[in-house]
């Protein structure tokens, strides 16, 4: 996310149209909305976990491989173009805290404001990892805190000390997860509400 933005608010309607609005909405975006994201600003959802505090897990898996065992849950190389149909490796969420995949580098980020304005942009972001615990830094001086379960990730999101806003998404390995360049992609939304209401999409390419 480029600092700052703010969320844009969900209108209620009948069951059936707001079931239909999701999916139009999921397949404009592109990107998976992650349950629970609060409909407005709520405060930091991970208060135990946020700038200035010590991480809840040591940095790295929560568990070791069997003996001879590949270290589980790295992110795996896309089938080779001979294999096009060969089955992608097995996560090992027990081995993260619950994360299917070590998210840990440097990604580059792709992303697009939508409101109030639409305007692109482009950051890179830096990735730790404690178990399942999320720590990123943003070159553009933004910083997230949050978690990774299975393929999802929920964060909070910071503008230096200050709590502005919410950033979900997902890993999709099966189904989408890499691009033709054959590398890892996380699609996230953002709501932000400081200094004003903004919200967008993000595409995170592993470099």
Not at 26 to 46: I, V, W, Y
Not at 61 to 87: E, I, N, W
Request: include cysteine; glycine fraction near 14%.
């Amino acid at each position: 996310m480029a600092n700052p933005f703010r969320l844009r608010r969900a209108h209620r309607a009948y069951p059936r149209a707001l079931a239909l609005a999701l999916v139009v909405l999921l397949g404009l975006s592109g990107t998976a909305l992650a349950q629970g994201t609060p409909s407005g600003d709520q405060g930091p959802r991970f208060g135990q976990w946020g700038p200035g505090r010590p991480p809840p897990a040591a940095e790295g898996p929560t568990a070791a491989p069997p003996p001879g065992a590949p270290a589980p849950g790295t992110l795996p190389q896309a089938p080779a173009p001979s294999a096009p149909g060969a089955p992608a490796p097995a996560p090992a969420p027990n081995y993260w805290g619950g994360c299917n995949w070590d998210l840990r580098g440097t990604w580059r980020v792709t992303g697009r404001q939508n409101t109030p304005t639409f305007r692109m942009y482009r950051t890179t972001a830096h990735i730790q990892q404690y178990g399942n615990w999320l720590q990123i830094e943003q070159d553009d001086g933004v910083s997230y805190y949050g978690q990774c379960n299975g393929n999802g990730i929920q964060l909070d999101v910071y503008s230096g000390d200050q709590f502005i806003g919410y950033q979900d998404g997902s890993f999709n390995y099966f189904g989408g997860g890499w691009d033709r360049w054959n590398l890892a992609r996380i699609q996230f939304s953002w709501q932000t509400y400081v200094p004003s209401y903004a919200a967008g999409n993000e595409t995170w390419h592993r470099w």
